[in-house]
Every structure is written in structure tokens, then in C-alpha cells.
T-cell receptor, first 113, second 111 residues
């Protein structure tokens, strides 16, 4: 049973470009969460999605950030017009209904130059 | 708001026992989870406490006291591979599966 998959693992973007981060949840999991982690810090919740629905986006910046989890295909976290402050590790997690036990992917390290 | 407090770092020797504490302030509470993270890699679920008391999983145990808004992770028979960051996290009612994480405790296990 494959775990949570994220790609790319590393992404370098220049300021002003767009970043697209992809996440495929574990088989059988329909709940997806995105978290951001800065060096030496904890994980900060960004958004919680189920298939075709955004359930909670309270942790996501209002501008430039968007997320989707279509009926078919991976969940996408999109960051438009990236700035240096967006440089971080972005982790995706998936779960069954309760969310008490979340399975994390390896993360995407975004570097904005 | 919600906040969690845990020590920033702990050092112990191989074979010893170490306890990592976590206190939380939340508006409502579903349970306390613990995750392990090696060198910035994928966080790995360790344990969950929804009710007061001790949960044991091999060398790791986790405890929760809801009346004290306090929990801890206990690691026994420490091994070098246990050197990692440990995060406590809470899930709050009416917020789906959203987890609020503490800042993490860096555990260093010395020979």
C-alpha cells in the first residue's frame, strides 16, 4: 500500500513565478491536509480538503494561495507570484474520516530565489 | 485561540528514559497526538490520546490529563535512532481534522 506521495520533492522558483505542489493521498483516504513548516519550527495548518470540497482553509493566506482536490487526480497546492517568504517545506497528509492519525508525505521543499 | 507548549530540546543517553511534556490551551479538545520527525523528513504518527490515561505502544507511551490540559510522551530504552524532533498536536471540535502542532522538541540521544 503506497504511502502519501508528493512531488516535486524540491522546487526552485524565482520571485513572481508560480509554484504547483502535488499530493496523492494514501489509497482509501479521502481527506487531505496541507501544512507548511519553516526551519526549526512546527507545522502550520493551511487547508483541509475532501474530494472536490474545501472544508477548512483558515490557515491559508487569502492572496496568492489556492488548493484543490479534484474528483480525479492529486490534490494541488498552488502559489502564485511567489515571494522569498514562501520558501518552506510543504507537507501533505491524508487520513480516513477522524483525522486523529494523519499520514504525511515526504514534503516539497520550495526555494524562492 | 489555541497554543501548545513543549520544551525546545532534551538530551539523554542511550538506554535511558525520557519524558517530553506538552501543555495546551484550546477552545474545545478532541485529543492529543504525538508525531516524530527525523531531519525535516515526513512526520510519523506515534500515538493518540482521546481519553485520560496512559497509552502504551512498545517503547513509547503517551499520557493525557484533560483536567490539567497536559500530556507527555515517554520514551524508554532510548536508542540513537530516537534522535529526532517530537511534536504534540491537538485536534479541536468543529474543525474537522485540522491539527494544531507545538513547536517541537529536539531530542538528542548520546552514546
Amino acid at each position: 500500500n503506497a504511502g502519501v506521495m508528493q512531488n516535486p520533492r524540491h522546487l526552485v522558483r524565482r520571485r513572481g513565478q508560480e509554484a504547483r505542489l502535488r499530493c496523492s493521498p494514501m489509497k482509501g483516504h479521502s481527506h487531505v491536509y496541507w501544512y507548511r513548516q519553516l526551519p526549526e519550527e512546527g507545522l502550520k495548518f493551511m487547508v483541509y480538503l475532501q474530494k472536490e470540497n474545501i472544508i477548512d482553509e483558515s490557515g491559508m493566506p487569502k492572496e496568492r494561495f489556492s488548493a484543490e482536490f479534484p474528483k480525479e487526480g492529486p490534490s494541488i497546492l498552488r502559489i502564485q507570484q511567489v515571494v522569498r517568504g514562501d520558501s518552506a517545506a510543504y507537507f501533505c497528509a491524508s487520513s480516513t474520516g477522524t483525522g486523529n492519525e494523519q499520514y504525511f508525505g515526504p514534503g516539497t521543499r520550495l526555494t524562492v530565489t | 485561540g489555541q497554543s501548545l507548549e513543549q520544551p525546545s530540546e532534551v538530551t539523554a543517553v542511550e538506554g535511558a528514559i525520557v519524558q517530553i511534556n506538552c501543555t495546551y490551551q484550546t477552545s474545545g479538545f478532541y485529543g492529543l497526538s504525538w508525531y516524530q520527525q527525523h531531519d525535516g523528513g515526513a512526520p510519523t504518527f506515534l500515538s493518540y490520546n482521546g481519553l485520560d490515561g496512559l497509552e502504551e505502544t512498545g517503547r513509547f507511551s503517551s499520557f493525557l490529563s484533560r483536567s490539567d490540559s497536559y500530556g507527555y510522551l515517554l520514551l524508554q530504552e532510548l536508542q540513537m535512532k530516537d534522535s529526532a524532533s517530537y511534536f504534540c498536536a491537538v485536534r479541536a471540535p468543529n474543525q474537522g481534522g485540522k491539527l494544531i502542532f507545538g513547536q517541537g522538541t529536539e531530542l538528542s540521544v548520546k552514546p
